[in-house]
């Protein structure tokens, strides 16, 4: 059973860089792509992007400019940078096993709030 | 882009059946994925590639998709099942519909 759980500081200021690292345990970091969403208070889904272990990376067209996800395969961990942040980015961060099939995401980590503010 | 049109909410008495769908262009042709969310946790895989059921959730749960219309259905509605559900597709990029508010009368 794969268990995804996301670390890092929940305040981030305006204009700074977000920075969240999941840690997997249970599952090989080569079995599935990696993959980031994050969910504004009391709003929808939003896929971020997704690593595969070889570092090769897919972003959403949207916040491809701000964002860097990276992996440490000695570790079992994949990592989020997203920077000049404001406000809008204030949201739940989940970290997601996507699977290579179908890109659905059949484990999630418990996700973490980050909130933007000075 | 491509698109995912949910409803807002739907009502489902308790026992009875629930539909939620998901619209898009030509949908049947992409794997539809089904998440549960409920408040405060983190989203549960229900149906994967537009039918089937992960290890644990109900034979009550189960999804259809054709055309332009991707449907979740659940029976024997619980007050348990009450929950937001996503629908997501693959289209070069993630796409998840904008969620449905589902409620148990």
């Known amino acids: 059973q794969v268990q995804l759980q996301e670390s890092g500081p929940g305040l981030v200021k305006p204009s700074e860089t977000l920075s969240l690292t999941c840690t997997v345990s249970g599952g090989s970091i080569s079995s599935y792509y990696w993959s980031w969403i994050r969910q504004p208070p009391g709003k929808g889904l939003e896929w971020i992007g997704y690593?595969?272990?070889?570092?090769?990376?897919n972003y959403n067209s949207s916040l491809k400019s701000r964002v860097t996800i990276s992996v440490d395969t000695s570790k079992n961990q994949f990592s989020l940078k997203l920077n000049s942040v404001t406000a809008a980015d204030t949201a739940v961060y989940y970290c997601?096993?996507?699977?290579?099939?179908?890109?659905?995401?059949?484990?999630w980590g418990q996700g973490t709030l980050v909130t933007v503010s000075s | 882009s491509y698109e995912l049109t949910q409803p807002l909410s739907v009502s489902v008495a308790l026992g009875q059946t629930a539909g939620i769908t998901c619209g898009g262009n030509n949908i049947g042709s992409k794997n539809v994925h089904w998440y549960q969310q409920k408040p405060g946790r983190a989203p549960v895989l229900v149906i994967y590639?537009?039918?089937n059921r992960p290890s644990g959730i109900p034979e009550r749960f189960s999804g259809s998709n054709s055309g332009n219309t991707a449907t979740l259905t659940i029976s024997r509605a619980q007050a348990g099942d009450e929950a937001d559900y996503y629908c997501?597709?693959?289209?070069?990029?993630?796409?998840f519909g904008g969620g449905t508010k589902l409620t148990v009368l």
């Open positions: 997601a096993s996507t699977r290579y099939s179908g890109y659905d995401f059949d484990y």
């Open positions: 690593i595969h272990y070889s570092g090769s990376t």
């Open positions: 997501q597709v693959w289209d070069s990029s993630v796409v």
């Open positions: 590639r537009d039918t």
